[in-house]
């Protein structure tokens, strides 16, 4: 953006960065029922402002000048249908208010106006709630906004002011007009938002919302009154457990994590002795917006000694990036550099520390209250299994917090899946595809079916990383229906009385020959198989190499030069089987077609295409036409 100003020092009108105004389109024309949260935003960016202010002067003292003390004020202006909120933080010079009130920078506003464009209802009001959108909030109940700003330091001051309609001006003010430090934000409420000049509703909204914010924070009912203080800055963490109430957390967690949900698990500790530091944690109920953001910020806060250091050290492993909270070190120097908390080993200690104390209650909570724990997992399982081939040493544990969808059931621990191993069987089966509704129907499990074997069904992307990556739990690999000889044959079938005669019969045998070179150009061998039951053909991956749905990932993102050939597996008790081989060595032009026509049929089982789509629709009508002249000359016999 070029200069705003012209000059003379008048004020300018600019132009919203396009996405703002969409936002404050939707804002302005909200209908969100809980417009409460705009005051929660504002007071959260002026103690953020107070915390920035408060750990730049750790190296330039100066610019705490003699208000040293930080401080929130809301003042209420009922006459004149006004609310100010005023911090003494960090402040914004002319280019700050430019940049940080008239673009977009936050990711997650930016997944905020896509997700709300792309909801049915067009206008995103209900996500309002999911997301949190900052300073803009402020024009669902405003039909301006002034915000006064001087940035410490400065003596120059600037207002911000716009009334939310797409433009917006940026003007120096008079000194005597702006604070000594920080910015005054002031709300010209709407006239149905009237009831926020009330000092009762406001007082209870402060304290409920912000109350654990660790700025104090006071309310003057109007102007020129004595500003009373409604809410001490004491940080919450630092308190006794003992002394805190199950909403005073649920408060504190929306306010620091930024969600709207109540925590699904709270970890509150102090930690003594090699490392002395306190950490409240959070696991949310539902998903943050910006899990799979590449540079998502904000998981937890870093404080030394209560003054606010970063949100972005790097204190948990990335599958625990669903984590929130604060986490206060007493050891760590307070002019800790940036580039220095990548490298200090007391966070890496701190980080270890608090991994494993997750886990642990993780832990405790699956063995206590089981529905809860799935509601964890059900909202963050893809990510921790990510940790299974990340984190090579806490692997046991994720593996023991795993649940599953399996042919048994849903939410099947691996505990459960070893406790009720078959005789013989000697690996955990698993079945690894896109579709959870595909996976239940594949021909594949049907002689794991046959003999009551549990196999596990993965449907996220990522699984088909983990299971290669040589996990093991209790001693048993992880194996794939979809790969090698299933290794089936010494788990008896539930029904003895279904088991194939051992050995194949000379027709059979000549035919999976005869199917063997008819097809070498596409499968790289042809078995009789004691996967299926119900279905004439299967594909199943080579012993070694990646199985069938891992081989389609890393041929999609290009990682592969080329499919591998398959392996074909025919069931030999199959009455189209049986017919086939019977045929000898007639028909041989027929029985191409059917060799042909069943490998195409293995494909489309496997939601792939038929290898030769002209062909395929040829053979099929080929072997239509033969079916209806026989159909018609075994009629007229
Ligand atoms: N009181 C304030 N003092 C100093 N800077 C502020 C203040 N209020 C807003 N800002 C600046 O405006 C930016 C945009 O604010 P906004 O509330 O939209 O998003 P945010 O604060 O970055 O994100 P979030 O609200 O999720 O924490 C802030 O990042 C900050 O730079």
Redesign the pocket.
Known sequence: MTSTIDKNGAAESRVFEADVAKLLQMMVHSVYSDKDVFLR??I???A??CE?LRYEAISDPALLADETRPQISITIDAERRQLT?E?N????GRD?LV???GT???S??KAFIEQAQAAESGDGVSLIGQF?????SAFMVADQVD?V?RRAGAKEAWRWSSDGKGTFTVTPVDESEAPAR??R?TLHLTEDATGYTDRAKLEQMIKEQSGHVPVPIALIEKPGAEPAEIADGAALWTRPRGEISASEYDDFYRSVA?QFDEPALTVHFRAEGRQEFTALLFVPQSRPFDLFEPDQK?QLKLYVRRVFITEDADLLPRYLRFVRGVVDSADLPLNISREMIQESPILAAIKKSITGRILSELEKLAGKDAEAYGKIWEAFGPMFKEGIYDAVDRRDTILGLSRFKTTAGSLRSLKDYVGSLKENQTSIYYLAGQDAARLEASPHLEGFRARGVEVLLLSDPVDSFWVTSGPSFEGKPFKSVTQGAADLAAIPRLDASTEPSQGLSEGVTEFLAFLKTTLSDLVSDVRSSDRLTDSPVCLVAAESGPDRQLEKILLGVGQLAGASKPVLEVNPTHPLIASLAALGQDDREFKEDAARMLLDDARVLDGDRPSDALEFSRRLARLVERGLRRSTVGGGD
Not at 89 to 92: D, L, N
Not at 132 to 136: A, H, I, L, R
Request: glycine share 20%; proline share 0%; no cysteine.
């Open positions: 935003e504002l959260s960016n002026a953020d402002a920035r909120v911090d933080g960090i402040g914004m700050d940049d940080a009130l977009i920078a936050r997650g506003t949190g959108v900052g300073f803009y915000v700003s920080g910015t934000v930024g904000r």
